[in-house]
């Protein structure tokens, strides 16, 4: 599965140049090696050590030194030490990310992630470990994040959220 090119411009939006990016749950890296050409920094994070040789190996073979990968739980490991200015979640989406990547972040910084909503497996009575029930995602206030009506009338983020750290405002 690739990256969503839409994903990817919305990314790219943020001004990149300069900032130190953390992609939580990377797998092999897909994002965090498009991330790193275009930030000072990145660090890809998840539990699979398999994909995470894969995206060492990756990055060696594309001659990218700013980027490195380390063996973590994102639903358990804070996100602090790694002094993000951008985290990312493709297809890997918790209240627990969610809940590290806003202690993590100064005001103004970005959280960009994308999920499938867990409606879009209604049918089929088994929800994918990539889905994210998007009603649960509250800002610090208690208050949901801004949602759309997708396609069949799930409720999905809407294309242009990016909850902000600290404060999580889309």
Request: charged share 30%.
């Amino acid at each position: 599965m690739s990256v969503s090119p839409r994903f990817l411009a919305l990314l790219a939006g943020e001004g990149l140049e300069g900032k130190r990016a953390l992609d939580v749950g990377c797998g092999s890296g897909r994002l965090t090696l498009w991330l790193a050409p275009r930030v000072k920094h990145a660090v890809g994070l998840d539990r699979d050590l398999a994909a995470l040789d894969e995206g060492r190996r990756r990055a060696v073979a594309e001659s990218l030194s700013n980027v490195e990968f380390h063996e973590a739980d994102v639903e358990r490991d804070e996100y602090e030490r790694w002094r993000p200015d951008l985290v990312t979640a493709h297809l890997c989406a918790s209240d627990a990310i969610i809940e590290r990547a806003s202690r993590a972040l100064s005001p103004g910084q970005c959280l960009a992630m994308v999920a499938f909503h867990v409606d879009q497996w209604a049918e089929t009575g088994k929800v994918s470990r990539f889905a994210y029930d998007g009603p649960v995602a509250r800002d610090r206030q208690g208050l949901p994040l801004r949602l759309r009506r997708g396609p069949h009338g799930a409720r999905a983020p809407h294309p242009r959220l990016r909850a902000r750290g600290a404060g999580m405002r889309a």
